[in-house]
């Protein structure tokens, strides 16, 4: 018998991870993630215990589903990022006033209890490390602007500023949180080339 194929989010939303060198407005339906929130720089002991909660308790629900029947590819890193104001230029604030909610996205078919599991196995293997504080969550954008920003992070003001300009075109504006689905690895790519998609929800 066949081995089932492995379910690619980003293949059946091909649609929303568009990655134009333009602005574009693209429209996003609901979706789950894997979600810890928090507050700091990036290169913070907090952010960091965050991403490897995050990537830990990804990998075990992703095995645990595989074993089950139900492969899938676990998705790239996402970050929401406000200031202190849901929406406006964070980036001009100092780092350690950041707020951020780092997601991964999962299939709908994964269920609290598939979360429950993967910590308590990751608490008994002693990796409990902040995996308590990841959650399953629901996430609602609608109508965004989207592009693809082509450098290091600490230069998307100009990319984020152009998606301002065209969202104003539109007769829209920016409404919630700054979001980064980031494509690259910053620890195998050169700065220069990493490749990050910024969205912004409008109105």
């Given at each position: 018998m066949p081995a089932a194929r492995k379910r690619d989010l980003y293949r059946e939303h091909k649609h929303e991870y568009v990655t134009p060198r333009e602005p574009v407005l693209i429209n996003i339906k609901p979706a789950k993630y894997l979600a810890v929130t928090g507050k700091g720089a990036p290169a913070s002991a907090e952010f960091q215990n965050a991403v490897g909660a995050l990537y830990g308790v990804a990998f075990?629900?992703?095995?645990?589903?595989?074993?089950?029947?139900?492969?899938?590819?676990?998705?790239?890193?996402?970050?929401?990022?406000?200031?202190?104001?849901?929406?406006?230029?964070?980036?001009?604030?100092?780092?350690?006033?950041?707020?951020?909610?780092?997601?991964?996205?999962?299939?709908?078919?994964?269920?609290?209890?598939?979360?429950?599991?993967?910590?308590?196995?990751?608490?008994?293997?002693?990796?409990?490390?902040?995996?308590?504080?990841?959650?399953l969550e629901t996430i609602k954008e609608s109508k965004c602007v989207q592009m693809l920003h082509v450098g290091p992070y600490g230069e998307e003001g100009k990319t984020i500023r152009q998606m301002m300009e065209y969202a104003r075109g539109q007769g829209l504006f920016f409404s919630g949180r700054h979001r980064e689905i980031y494509l690259s690895d910053p620890r195998r790519v050169p700065a220069t080339s990493l490749r990050t998609i910024l969205r912004h929800a409008v109105r």
């Amino acid at each position: 018998m066949p081995a089932a194929r492995k379910r690619d989010l980003y293949r059946e939303h091909k649609h929303e991870y568009v990655t134009p060198r333009e602005p574009v407005l693209i429209n996003i339906k609901p979706a789950k993630y894997l979600a810890v929130t928090g507050k700091g720089a990036p290169a913070s002991a907090e952010f960091q215990n965050a991403v490897g909660a995050l990537y830990g308790v990804a990998f075990t629900i992703k095995m645990a589903k595989k074993f089950a029947g139900q492969d899938y590819r676990v998705c790239h890193l996402e970050g929401l990022w406000w200031g202190t104001q849901e929406t406006g230029d964070f980036s001009a604030q100092p780092p350690e006033t950041w707020n951020w909610k780092l997601l991964i996205r999962v299939p709908p078919f994964i269920k609290e209890a598939d979360l429950k599991a993967a910590i308590k196995q990751l608490k008994d293997r002693g990796r409990w490390n902040s995996t308590s504080n990841v959650k399953l969550e629901t996430i609602k954008e609608s109508k965004c602007v989207q592009m693809l920003h082509v450098g290091p992070y600490g230069e998307e003001g100009k990319t984020i500023r152009q998606m301002m300009e065209y969202a104003r075109g539109q007769g829209l504006f920016f409404s919630g949180r700054h979001r980064e689905i980031y494509l690259s690895d910053p620890r195998r790519v050169p700065a220069t080339s990493l490749r990050t998609i910024l969205r912004h929800a409008v109105r």
